[in-house]
């Protein structure tokens, strides 16, 4: 074993663990009309499923309000977190779902009284196509406040340790949704109107499944009185902005799309770009199930300022994310036909169907990397970035290329138009990256080079422990393409001096070896004799009673332990492992041997800073200590 950047593993299974469930929720929100689509095709026809298709924008209107506040609020709640700042978390909580209320409130409202107004607004101006567009959108807008509500709810089980009630609401969901879609069509005879009732009414189902978390004993989400806090919510917002402008690049691109295939092909393609759709709700749902997965994990160790843990995280998701994504292309591209055949898509909208699908999927694997990247500046802060990642690949590019070649290239353009904008968005951050990466290098060599000139004996000694930044921002030369890419502020760990960390086995060996390295590194940087002797001896029994008791249930134990320097000579021990919640600072020692764990007496004892808490499945205890007085 040996001292490493991180420790991978742990963050590899956490990342796992929650990825399945981001997927869910990402899939909730456009579940609903998948299934109305492949229902409606079979039972109503090609022109039920065009309608659903020019009821899109607005689902997506819906979901949009939804993933700005899941998204802003879970960055924030993640970041909280790492800050350790419950009270802000409970804030945030209460304020989103304050506002999760107000807005879903008003869109059912709204969008069931302008129903008619809305399907002539999205291009279905008279005839069959109207009509059906209207029913459809008076029956699914008046679920719109549990579609909003869903997305939320279901971020926060995540967030609070309970991704398994996620799953449970998504299979209720789909369960209802079917049953009262065929109960609506074939028994009720309510046709799309009754559609559009029965989705919403699924939708409020999975409500009231995430709802049961909120009063359970293992709920620490709590809620405060919003009013007071209610300037929280501009935070929310801007830090969802990226996806709220997503939503609306897709809108647009959605509109643009069925504009040019009625113009230049038929309602056909139109029917076929509501497949289309639904096809990339389920693709996408990989991807940005990956990029939330990244968002929740890489705002707690922002907040954490762990540079390893960020780019472990963003390793992991882009491995695991292009993997499934790669599959999920493999698999659609050879069973194009069968996929169409799903929809019941018939004639000219079959046809133009299975080229949609072959051209649409290819873009998958790089939308998996823009989507991660989008999400992870979101976790970290950068809604600059973020944003501009997010109109591009959402629909900025695709929308130009499209209209720049859909007169000569018909309907294929269109389809093509999706893998044009994923690779031009992709090259431009890799050419943004690479020119920002070069200014800072210059910057920070510049600024290293003084505090050098100032303390010539700081900066060797500290060079390469906070993984590629020296003294006063200086870059180190072996910078990787994702160091390029990162963005992190210049005060990101601007008051470290020193860090490690160490990736302890579960096994009683492993839990020595650890102990000796902790003590190894803090002699060779100074760190007094009592704290030498104080942190290893800690670090040995804390890890030895989560080997001991925390590990009997988990499939894969691993423990990982980090070690912060700071300028002001504090030394900080944070310790993290994925065994049983369990504070070890309650480690009941009444009756135990006097000389049984002996480091964490001393700590109960000579510590006054020791913080634990239980994030996203993770026993996290940091212990702080300060430098000797007159050091």
């Not at 809604?383 to 018909?410: K, P």
């Not at 600072?585 to 135990?592: E, W």
């Not at 996290?620 to 200590?625: A, D, E, G, P």
Request: hydrophobic residues 55%.
């Amino acid at each position: 074993m040996g001292a490493q950047t991180e420790n991978s593993e742990l963050i590899k299974r956490t990342f796992g663990k929650y990825l399945a469930m981001s997927i869910l929720i990402t899939l909730s929100a456009t579940l609903g009309m998948m299934i109305d689509n492949v229902i409606a095709g079979n039972l109503l026809g090609s022109g039920a499923v065009a309608a659903i298709g020019m009821s899109l924008s607005v689902f997506m209107l819906f979901s949009g309000c939804a993933g700005i506040l899941e998204t802003g609020a879970v960055a924030l709640c993640a970041r909280a977190l790492g800050n350790r700042d419950a009270d802000r978390v409970n804030v945030l909580f209460s304020v989103s779902l304050a506002a999760a209320l107000a807005v879903g409130a008003a869109l059912s409202a709204g969008g069931v009284a302008g129903a008619d107004a809305l399907a002539t607004m999205l291009g279905a101006a008279s005839g069959e196509l109207h009509a059906d567009t209207a029913a459809y959108l008076s029956g699914i807008c008046s679920g719109a406040f549990a579609i909003v509500l869903l997305q939320l709810l279901m971020g926060f089980t995540r967030l609070d340790n309970a991704p398994q009630l996620g799953i449970v609401a998504i299979v209720g969901m789909s369960v209802c949704d079917v049953v009262f879609n065929l109960v609506a069509v074939c028994v009720l005879d309510l046709g799309l109107r009754g559609m559009g009732l029965a989705t919403a009414l699924a939708y409020c189902v999975a409500v009231g499944i995430c709802c049961t978390h909120f009063p359970s004993k293992h709920n620490t989400l709590h809620l405060v009185n919003p009013v007071p806090h209610a300037g929280q919510l501009a935070g929310v917002l801007k830090t969802g902005l990226p996806d709220s402008l997503t939503r609306a690049t897709v809108m647009v691109r959605t509109f643009t799309f069925n504009w040019l295939l009625l113009t230049v092909a038929s309602a056909g393609a139109v029917a076929a770009l509501s497949m289309l759709s639904s096809v990339n709700s389920f693709a996408s749902s990989v991807t940005i199930g990956v990029g939330q997965t990244a968002t929740l994990l890489c705002g707690i160790f922002f907040g954490e300022e762990d540079r390893g843990a960020l780019k472990a995280t963003l390793r992991t998701g882009m491995r695991m994310g292009l993997v499934l994504s790669c599959a999920l292309c493999a698999a659609v591209f050879a069973f194009a036909p069968q996929v169409v055949g799903l929809f019941g898509l018939e004639g000219d909208a079959e046809a133009f169907g299975v080229v949609a699908v072959r051209a649409f999927i290819l873009c998958v694997p790089i939308d998996l990397i823009n989507q991660l990247f989008v999400n992870y500046y979101q976790g970290t802060g950068n809604v600059r970035a973020a944003s501009a990642i997010a109109v591009g690949q959402s629909g900025l590019f695709a929308v130009l290329f499209a209209l720049g070649t859909v007169w000569f290239w018909g309907a294929t353009a269109v389809w093509t138009s999706f893998l044009v904008g994923e690779v031009v968005t992709l090259a431009l951050q890799l050419v943004v990256a690479s020119v920002l990466w070069r200014r800072r290098v210059a910057k920070g060599a510049a600024a290293g080079a003084a505090e050098v000139a100032a303390n010539e004996s700081a900066a060797p000694a500290i060079a390469g422990d906070r993984d590629g930044i020296a003294a006063g921002g200086a870059v180190v030369d072996k910078a990787t393409l994702l160091d390029k890419m990162m963005y992190l502020p210049e005060t990101f760990q601007a008051d470290w001096r020193a860090s490690a960390s160490f990736a302890c086995a579960p096994m009683s060996e492993a839990v020595v070896a650890c102990s000796q390295q902790v003590a190894a590194w803090c002699e060779s940087h100074g760190v007094d004799g009592r704290r030498s002797y104080l942190v290893p001896l800690a670090v040995e029994e804390m890890a030895a009673n989560a080997v001991e008791h925390g590990f009997a249930k988990t499939k894969h134990p691993a423990v990982d332990v980090k070690l912060i320097l700071k300028r002001d000579g504090t030394l900080v021990l944070r310790m993290r492992d994925n065994g049983a919640a369990f504070n070890p600072m309650d480690l009941d020692l009444s009756a135990a041997d006097p000389c049984s764990a002996v480091g964490i007496r001393m700590l109960r004892q000579g510590v006054r800073e020791v913080e634990y808490q239980n994030t996203v499945g993770l026993n996290n205890v940091v212990v702080t200590l300060p430098a000797p007085s007159g050091a």
